[in-house]
């Protein structure tokens, strides 16, 4: 029988590849939308007419209801959220709203009219926040110290809470860091192979910053600390892990990460040697991109999900990063 998954989130970078498995292994797939005033979803327009679009706020805890009872999903995959962590400082009650509250709104549709229905929350590394340790796993104590991490963290342990007080089957991704061409442009690895794609065509009218200034200007690229570490993998990969944990006999939560770390230094070198520039002459620290506190959690060690789901990154940061650049490179060029 065709199984359905419901995803949250469907126009986003996860959303839309997790869309893309879904429909590969034969899912009927409805994606939750939020009503905007402009429909454009470039994610996700190789999708329209293969999967069912439902409109919705994750603020608005009726409506989820309706999409639960009217679809009847078999898996349900919470990736909707205010997810940039740099605007969670000017934006926190919206935070805690949509990435805190939003989660338990979607656990409450599901527990009130598909209780059987399997599912996903997405967690954040950034639960883990300060933690003094460089590398994490599943036994980390949780010390989130950004409101964007403080948010994943309570929906995290609401769903741990709704698998040990409702016995649902719920599981959660401690997910470090993963890019792609389809990832936002306010993200650091895409702002950076976006720049540096933009300074190589000469592109005169950039796409906006997170400070609504043009990304590049006279051949610059305005960057925050350049001296923060990363564990960067492919989003592509990391769809397939939400996916596995659904598919196991008990729930549980697992760490996906790719167990390296990079600083953005290295992320702007990768990028710009790509191009054949030298990143120096092009990158200017600016301190409004700094964030107030930063991750010391640095690495995600994914030893757990390879044992029991058989999931191991198989895209590294250099590879990664060449592959957003060239997309970035081709986008412009049309
Ligand atoms: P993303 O590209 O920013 O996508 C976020 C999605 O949430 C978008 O579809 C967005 O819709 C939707 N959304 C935002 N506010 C909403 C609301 N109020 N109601 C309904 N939908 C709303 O994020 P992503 O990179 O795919 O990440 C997916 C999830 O994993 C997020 O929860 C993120 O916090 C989490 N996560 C991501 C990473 C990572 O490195 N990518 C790591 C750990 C955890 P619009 O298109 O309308 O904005």
């Given at each position: 029988m065709t199984k359905t998954a419901l995803i949250t989130g469907i126009t986003g970078q996860d959303g839309s590849y997790l869309a893309d498995l879904l429909l590969d292994k034969g899912y009927q797939v409805v994606g939750i939308v939020r009503r905007s005033?402009?429909?454009?979803?470039?994610?996700?327009?190789?999708?329209?007419?293969?999967?069912?679009?439902?409109?919705?706020?994750?603020?608005?805890?009726?409506?989820?209801?309706?999409i639960i009872r009217r679809h009847q999903p078999d898996e349900v995959y919470n990736l909707a959220a205010q997810s940039v962590p740099a605007d969670s400082w000017s934006q926190p009650i919206v935070t805690g709203e949509i990435t805190a509250l939003g989660a338990v709104r979607m656990?409450?549709?599901?527990?009130?009219?598909?209780?059987?229905?399997?599912?996903?929350?997405a967690t954040s590394r950034e639960i883990y926040g300060g933690v003094p340790q460089e590398i994490v796993d599943e036994q980390t104590p949780?010390?989130?110290?950004?409101?964007?991490?403080?948010?994943?963290?309570?929906?995290?342990?609401?769903?741990?809470?709704?698998?040990?007080?409702?016995?649902?089957?719920?599981?959660?991704?401690?997910?470090?860091?993963?890019e792609s061409p389809r990832r936002g442009l306010h993200f650091v690895t895409r702002k950076v192979t976006m720049g540096a794609a933009c300074i190589k065509l000469?592109?005169?009218?950039?796409?906006?910053?997170?400070?609504?200034?043009?990304?590049?200007?006279?051949?610059?690229?305005?960057?925050?600390?350049l001296d923060a570490y990363r564990d960067w993998g492919y989003a592509k990969e990391y769809v397939e892990a939400m996916w596995l944990m659904l598919q196991q006999d008990t729930p549980q939560d697992y760490v996906i990460g790719t167990n390296t770390a990079y600083s953005i230094r290295d992320l702007c070198r990768v990028a710009f040697d790509h191009v054949g520039l030298n990143w120096e002459d092009h990158v200017e620290t600016d301190e409004r991109f700094l964030r107030p506190t930063e991750i010391f959690a640095?690495?995600?060690?994914?030893?757990?999900?390879?044992?029991?789901?058989?999931?191991?990154?198989?895209?590294?940061?250099?590879?990664?990063?060449?592959?957003?650049?060239?997309?970035?490179l081709a986008l412009l060029s049309k």
């Open positions: 005033t402009n429909y454009r979803y470039p994610n996700i327009d190789h999708l329209i007419g293969r999967v069912t679009l439902a409109y919705a706020d994750l603020i608005d805890a009726d409506a989820l209801g309706d656990m409450e549709a599901v527990r009130r009219h598909q209780p059987d229905a399997r599912f996903y929350q949780f010390l989130a110290n950004n409101p964007y991490g403080i948010a994943k963290l309570y929906a995290h342990l609401m769903t741990v809470n709704y698998r040990e007080s409702y016995g649902m089957f719920a599981c959660a991704g401690m997910l470090f860091n993963h000469g592109i005169t009218n950039p796409p906006l910053n997170e400070a609504g200034e043009p990304l590049v200007r006279d051949g610059k690229l305005k960057m925050g600390n640095q690495r995600g060690n994914p030893a757990k999900a390879k044992a029991d789901l058989g999931w191991e990154p198989r895209t590294y940061f250099e590879e990664l990063t060449r592959l957003m650049v060239d997309s970035d």
